[in-house]
């Protein structure tokens, strides 16, 4: 069965500053990979998406995250945090039609 | 727009009730999705369905039943509900292995 493990539960940045958080996933096959932001109080919104190709994908608000499948990583990055930035994100993997997240990172922006 | 609609937003409900969570969606996705959104704990799968007439248990299922009687429509009851149930769940469909859409989710207290 697949899992998937974001290390940090919370992370502090300072607007500008760069930005990466951690997932780890496990799963037997290809995966298939997303990360996902959360506001306070909303829904889910997909950022971007690995499924074959190119090992770094773009995804929106300036987001990418770099697929390393030697350390079953899946790591998203961002050059220069901006405070709309803060929210709780989510890192998932899809195996055999089903979707597994991990517990999320909350990302916190100082000014 | 295209989407998911959760029904009720939010719900009080004593322990011992039977509760239905509403989940309709619009966008012919052949799978759908129910997950409880634990603080700490992440986005944990409950229940699935890859297609309409079959679903499947997921990370947590006990205490809660589904059923998919055609596309669109896939409901989650809470026969007997208990304090533990106390959670945000969320609606979701794909075509997998997409993008997951959620809904908006619906806030359940048991008391």
């Known amino acids: 069965a697949q899992s998937v493990t974001q290390p940090d539960i919370h992370i502090t940045v300072s607007e500008g500053a760069s930005l990466e958080l951690r997932c780890n996933y496990s799963?037997?096959?290809?995966?298939?990979l997303f990360w996902y932001v959360q506001s306070p109080g909303q829904g889910l919104q997909l950022l971007l998406k690995?499924?074959?190709?190119?090992?770094l994908v773009q995804g929106i608000k300036g987001f990418e995250a770099e697929f390393k499948r030697s350390q079953s990583s899946f790591n998203l990055r961002k050059p220069s945090v901006h405070w709309s930035d803060a929210a709780e994100y989510f890192c998932?993997?899809?195996?055999?039609?089903?979707?597994?997240f991990g517990t999320g990172t909350r990302l916190k922006v100082l000014a | 727009i295209a989407g998911i609609t959760q029904a009720p937003t939010s719900q009080i409900l004593a322990a011992g009730r039977r509760m239905t969570l509403r989940c309709t969606q619009d966008?012919?996705?052949?799978?759908m999705y129910w997950y409880r959104q634990d603080l700490g704990l992440g986005l944990r799968l409950i229940h699935y369905?890859?297609?309409?007439?079959?679903?499947g248990k997921g990370e947590v299922p006990d205490g809660y039943s589904v059923s998919r009687a055609n596309t669109d429509d896939f409901p989650l009851t809470l026969a007997s509900a208990v304090p533990s149930q106390t959670s945000v769940y969320f609606c979701?469909?794909?075509?997998?292995?997409?993008?997951?859409?959620f809904g908006e989710g619906s806030r359940l207290t048991v008391l």
């Open positions: 979701a469909s794909s075509d997998p292995p997409g993008e997951l859409f």
């Open positions: 799963y037997g096959a290809t995966p298939y």
């Open positions: 690995y499924f074959s190709g190119d090992t």
């Open positions: 998932a993997v899809e195996g055999t039609y089903k979707y597994i």
């Open positions: 966008m012919r996705h052949n799978a």
């Open positions: 369905s890859n297609t309409a007439g079959t679903t």
